[in-house]
């Protein structure tokens, strides 16, 4: 571990990190390796350590793996079961719900997202405990109307097809277009519809559990009904801290927010070829989080973030990895196979320049693939 580093960072002696997901617990991480060793408190509300959230729809509901992560090693002070309820940025201090506050010199704030939702009657998908309770609702094989054709929901109509539930997702645009563009998105709709989804179109407009309701006049009658219709970043904490702007936690390229204060994650939105928006994928999460670790000891000399994001799917027997800004438009570059129901390296690249790999049921390495989608060809080796 690298001291001085951490003794070159004048009056830094105590980080709080609000968020216990994949973003806080790197933060402690990076900071740790970047050579801070002063005191690291890290507050989350969920009561249980660190878990992949991912691993939730893919593993947990289908039981194909484990959600949890590695026992961290950083060291840090854990208030678990805590939430952050205010920031004084002036009197640097977080106020917690249990009537206590926890001076800082420095702060990460990864306090991530949390689910939209429809309505009473309608379970989400983001916590453990979410998980545990819809995994435990499928095992009845109830009829499941999933709303929301996002990969969320598309990854939850998925394991609720394998569980042997008949499932209708409603959908109000083709799925996953918004997030994957044309081309992919028609490929996972035949997957859904070949699996025995059906697809509604229209826009869910109530819930008058167990009958949705969709705009043209539609009523869905199911068992069960899952909302996967988008996320809320968790920044009502902030609200008199003077950090947001018109609601949003704004960062700059190192996750800056105010002197000694940074944010990752899910809970903020970065500046990303040429627009500030959030990132919701949990690869830049971690990298983020790197990124502004980094920032809070180093300033200036941290260098920005710049990795094109990665993102995963699984679901009706598809296997998707991306490297670059998706959505993607028009047709692919096949760079390996034709078939994109066989193991095959697609390719597409951006008006600006910038390109995008996907491999479909494809074992190529994550280093592969970015080096795919910034050449355009079939790197070396095993790929
Ligand atoms: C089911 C599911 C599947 C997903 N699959 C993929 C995928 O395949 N690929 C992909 O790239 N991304 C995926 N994602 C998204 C990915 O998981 C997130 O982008 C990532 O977890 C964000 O990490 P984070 O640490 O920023 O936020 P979070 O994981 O939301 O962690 C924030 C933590 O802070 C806590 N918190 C909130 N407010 C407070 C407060 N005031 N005080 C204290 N603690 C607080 C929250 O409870 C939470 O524990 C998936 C998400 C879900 C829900």
Redesign the pocket.
């Known amino acids: 571990m690298n001291t001085a580093t951490a003794t070159s960072t004048p009056g830094m002696n105590h980080i709080v990190v ?9 933060a402690c991480d990076s900071l740790r390796t970047a050579g801070f060793t002063g005191q690291l408190t890290v ?4 009561p249980c350590p ?1 878990y ?7 593993a947990l509901l289908t039981g194909a793996g484990s959600h949890e992560l590695a026992a961290p090693a950083h060291g840090a002070t854990e208030r678990l079961g ?4 205010g920031l004084d940025v002036t009197a640097r201090r977080v106020h ?2 249990d009537g206590t506050a926890l001076a800082f010199d420095g702060l990460v704030i ?6 939209r939702r429809l309505g009473k009657g309608a379970l989400v ?3 453990l405990d ?2 545990l309770l819809l995994r435990e609702r499928l095992d009845d094989r109830p009829s499941v109307a999933v709303v929301g054709a996002g ?2 929901g598309m ?2 109509a998925s394991a609720a097809v394998q569980a042997g539930c008949e499932v209708t997702v409603v959908a109000d645009t083709e799925p996953m277009r918004p997030q994957f563009g044309a081309y992919l998105s028609q490929l996972f709709t035949a997957a859904a519809t070949a699996a025995g989804v059906k697809i509604v179109h229209g826009t869910a407009t109530g819930l008058d559990a167990p009958t949705v309701i969709v705009d043209d006049g539609t009523r869905i009658v199911a068992d069960l009904v899952v909302a996967a219709i988008g ?1 809320i970043p ?1 920044t ?2 902030l609200e008199h801290s003077g950090l947001l702007t018109e609601g949003r936690l704004v960062a700059d390229a190192r996750g800056r927010v105010a002197p000694g204060i940074v944010a ?5 939105a970065v500046p990303v070829r040429g627009s500030v928006r959030r ?7 971690i990298e ?2 790197r990124v502004a670790a980094l920032a809070l000891v180093r300033g200036d000399a941290a260098p920005p973030l710049d990795a094109a ?6 679901q009706f027997g598809l296997h998707l990895k991306a490297v670059g800004h998706l959505p993607v438009p028009g047709d692919p570059a096949f760079l390996l196979g034709d078939d994109p129901h066989r193991p095959a390296l697609l390719h597409w690249r951006h008006p600006d320049g910038t390109g995008v790999a996907v491999a479909l049921n494809h074992r190529i390495p994550i280093p592969k693939l970015r080096r795919a989608a910034a050449t355009g060809q079939v790197p070396g080796g095993s790929a």
């Open positions: 609000v968020g216990n997901g994949i973003a806080g617990q790197t507050v989350g509300d969920e660190a992949s959230r991912p691993a939730l729809s893919k805590v939430a952050a309820i917690l719900d990864a306090s991530g997202a949390r689910p998908l983001r916590t979410d998980a990969p969320l990854e939850v996320d968790n009502e904490w990752a994650g899910d809970v903020t990132i919701p994928l949990w690869n830049s999460a983020q989080a994001p990665y993102f995963w799917t699984e």
